[in-house]
């Protein structure tokens, strides 16, 4: 089993900043990809960032340039430049094993707002 637990959500003014963090426990030997994702109230969970084992990353089109997602053995962070409103939502770590099983953080709130 995988647990993964996020931290560094928070309530933010437009043009700001914050790092998400995510830490990974239990078996993560198998780990192939992982990644971001947020849910905005009323939408579906949509992609945000993912990196592989390779540290190959892959951004949404609406947060290239402000967002950057990085690893770290059992970490895996989000550093976020330049929010907007449209960036609140709740966001969540995944992670995704060679053998194909998806992991899922509790999630964190971020809120961009004057």
């Known amino acids: 089993q995988v647990q993964l637990v996020e931290s560094g959500g928070g309530l933010v003014q437009p043009g700001g900043s914050l790092r998400l963090s995510c830490a990974a426990s239990?078996?993560?030997?198998?780990?192939?990809?992982m990644g971001w994702y947020r849910q905005a109230p009323g939408k579906e969970r949509e992609l945000v960032a993912t990196?592989?084992?390779?540290?190959t990353t892959n951004y949404a089109d609406s947060v290239k340039g402000r967002f950057t997602i990085s690893r770290s053995l059992n970490m895996v962070y989000l550093q976020m430049n330049s929010l907007r409103p449209e960036d609140t939502a709740v966001y969540y770590c995944?992670?995704?094993?060679?053998?194909?099983?998806?992991?899922w953080g509790q999630g964190t709130q971020v809120t961009v707002n004057s």
């Open positions: 995944n992670l995704n094993t060679v053998l194909g099983n998806a992991y």
């Open positions: 990196i592989n084992r390779g540290g």
């Open positions: 239990g078996s993560i030997s198998s780990v192939n990809v």
